[in-house]
Each structure stands twice: as structure tokens, then as C-alpha cells.
């Protein structure tokens, strides 16, 4: 079982830019494809963000519109979403999560098919 720690989540005013990290437990996590999720209050739970077990490939969800960039470090063990030019309607719990199996990604967005989660990390942002 991975563990996995998100942070880099705060209170920030729109037009400013934050860097969420997952950190993940064990020596495993190269060869699983990672995926950025979120919850706004009131909301289902959305998919941000994917990227393959080697980080050559990336997807994301149409809302993103090119702000956010996910990279991983697969020496540091570590899932990265830079977040920019953050809207009110970002606001939202960030969670990452690791895909099913390993070495596959099937560049999914449903959240149905990530089996380990983070507790998430609280990101707000003002007007």
C-alpha cells in the first residue's frame, strides 16, 4: 500500500501561481501513472491532470486551458502540479492519486480507475 502526502496548498489571490507536491512512499512509484484530482465545496470530486508512469506523456481537463503543468521527479518519489494564473474557481481540496496498474495509464480521467489517494491539500483563492 503507497502512502501518499500532498502540500504546497494555501490562500493566495487570483492571478498568482502555486506548486502542489504528492509525495509517495515505497519503490514503486516509477511505474505508476499519477493523477491530479479536485473537490470544490458542494461539488463531485474532477479530474485536473495525468501523466505516465515515465512522464513522457500528460493530460488534462478541458477547464485547465493550459494554466497547470503536472511533472513528476521519479528519484525524489514526488508528483508536482504547478498551478497559474489561479481563478476563484480553483478553489478546491487537490488530492493526487495513483493509477491502478503500473505501467499503464489508458490517459484515464476517471477517478474510478486511481486506487490510492492523498488526504489533500486546501487551495483557495480570493478575488
Known amino acids: 500500500q503507497v502512502q501518499l502526502v500532498e502540500s504546497g496548498g494555501g490562500l493566495v489571490q487570483a492571478g498568482v501561481s502555486l506548486r502542489l507536491s504528492c509525495a509517495a512512499s515505497g519503490r514503486t512509484f516509477s511505474t505508476y501513472a499519477m493523477g491530479w484530482f479536485r473537490q470544490a465545496p458542494g461539488k463531485e470530486r474532477e479530474f485536473v491532470a495525468g501523466i505516465t508512469n515515465s512522464g513522457i506523456a500528460t493530460w488534462y481537463s478541458d477547464f485547465v486551458e493550459g494554466r497547470f503543468i503536472i511533472s513528476r521527479d521519479n528519484v525524489a518519489n514526488t508528483v508536482y502540479l504547478l498551478l497559474n494564473s489561479l481563478r476563484p474557481e480553483d478553489t478546491a481540496i487537490y488530492y493526487c492519486?495513483?493509477?491502478?496498474?503500473?505501467?499503464?495509464?489508458?490517459?484515464?480521467?476517471?477517478?474510478?480507475?486511481?486506487?490510492?489517494w492523498g488526504q489533500g491539500t486546501r487551495v483557495t483563492v480570493s478575488s
Open positions: 492519486a495513483r493509477y491502478s496498474r503500473p505501467y499503464d495509464s489508458t490517459y484515464s480521467y476517471s477517478d474510478a480507475e486511481y486506487t490510492d
